[in-house]
């Protein structure tokens, strides 16, 4: 019997006219300052004529324009004095024209704007009945390919028709947190687990204490890499022991912000070439107030790293890399809640078969079996989730893509055992849902792909991502697709 799927009017394509104010830097320390000292011989009449029209112009493109040019001056002001530019002597006005040179705008969602998850907002007031306020994350690709989450606001009806939110005006990125404080025997198992030598670790970490901020770890680094003796090979593992650093952080934005005015840009080593595919999850534990994590890849043009994104208002954030040995690949989605007291996971270790995954610490995951793999021609070359598991009173249902002929993604559904949800109890033959005629273009041709759909108001709704391009949804009566999935 096929499903039926009915496909929304909602539709959301790149937009160029938003962007970001980021640090530009055009080369090493001697051309940062060839570039300063031309605007240090400026008279202060021309440095006036420059710099107050830049600001005018450019504040109505982005929030507190001249605090971003004083940032981007302090990001290069060590560079200049390193060069025998005395920087006590230059002046405010100066000092925001030297930064203005060193900011260039980034339009962050110009190629792409895919791969939606869908939450459930924190605020539900002010709604009728059979709404719910919903919260759709994406990824947002501009120019190098370069990913960031992004995010909308929208209201589903009784009908399950969606509305949104018009996208704010300007586009902020976060304040960082500075003194994040790391758990030791965390940070050295991942240390461990990408290979750093043991006596390279000791090396850096026995001058630390139990916790520490990155400050302190930023001290014995350079107390380590004084000592005369270190090979070279030794010295590029403690610069590993920094990038492992650089990849816990925290960040807040300011609360008059809009939620579509908030992006999560690349800002460790770990990630500089994209956060990509953000599966949020809203997550119960018992009476604690719920919290949402998002498992991602970041992605630094060689090597990927799973992490976890936890925030519980979205305005403050705290991300860290996930360890242990079956933390390795990407596709990684929680479940909702602890099943007998452990957290649980599906993932994709070996980038063809979908897993699941116990652990007792959220971080740390050493625990997996094989769920499924590929079956029906349409997912013969890899099978992996679309985000977390949904709860349903059948058992826990898995929205998954496969991948077939002509590198054909589409989105299928099993469904795990709810107290056991290690043996598969349904799946579906066919899938549920490929790319149309309409949907087939674009920058990934021939793909629809999801990082999290939810239940409301008896359907599955399903965002999803057309051809790595654009983002539409669809919904599919839930007893139907239920009702099909446990006939096999």
Partial sequence: MAINVKRKPAFFHPDSKRVIARPFIPGGPDRVAAVARRVLALDDGAVKELIYPALRDFSKRHRNISKTFESHYANIAEQLASQGIDTAKIGHERKLLIGSYFTSEYSIESAAFFNPSMVEDPYQGSLLKGQKRIIVSFRATGEGHVSSIVFRSGIIDANNDLSFEPAGALVDVPEMVKRYVYDKKRFIQKCREIQVPADVI???????????????????????????????????????????????????????????????????????????????????????????????????????????????????????????????????????????????????????????????????????????????????????????????????????????????????????????????????????????????????????????????????????????????????????????????
């Fill in 202 to 488: 000791e090396l850096v970490m026995d001058r630390l204490g139990d916790s520490f901020i990155y400050g302190e770890l930023q001290a014995a680094i350079g107390e380590a890499s004084r000592e005369s003796d270190l090979s070279d090979a030794t010295r590029e593992r403690i610069r590993t022991i920094n990038w492992v650093a650089s990849s816990h952080y925290e960040m807040t934005f300011s609360l008059d912000t809009a939620i579509s005015e908030r992006v999560i840009f690349p800002i460790s080593y770990a990630e500089s070439n994209g956060i990509e595919d953000a599966r949020f999850c809203r997550f119960v534990n018992g009476k604690d107030e719920p919290v949402y994590y998002a498992t991602y890849t970041a992605y630094d043009g060689h090597t990927i790293l799973p992490k976890l994104l936890e925030t519980k208002d979205f305005y403050h954030f705290k991300v860290m890399p996930l360890n242990g040995d079956k933390a390795q690949n990407k596709g990684m989605a929680l479940f909702p809640r602890k099943l007998n007291g452990r957290y649980a996971m599906i993932s994709r270790l070996d980038g063809e078969n979908a897993y699941i995954s116990f652990s007792d610490s959220i971080h740390i995951w050493n625990d997996a079996r094989l769920l499924q793999g590929p079956e029906f021609p349409w997912e013969f070359v890899q099978i992996g989730n679309c985000g977390s598991p949904i709860e349903t009173s059948a058992g826990w249902l898995v929205v998954l893509h496969g991948v077939g002929p002509m590198r054909q993604y589409c989105l299928g559904a099993s469904l795990l055992d709810l107290d056991d949800p290690s043996k598969v109890i349904g799946r579906l033959r066919e899938p549920l849902l490929m790319p149309s005629e309409t949907e087939r273009e674009g920058y990934v041709p021939n793909v629809v792909y999801s990082c999290g759909s939810m239940v409301h108001n008896g359907e599955l709704i399903i965002p999803y991502g057309v051809s790595d391009s654009a983002t539409t949804f669809a919904t599919v009566p839930l007893d139907e697709l239920l009702g099909e999935l446990l006939k096999r």
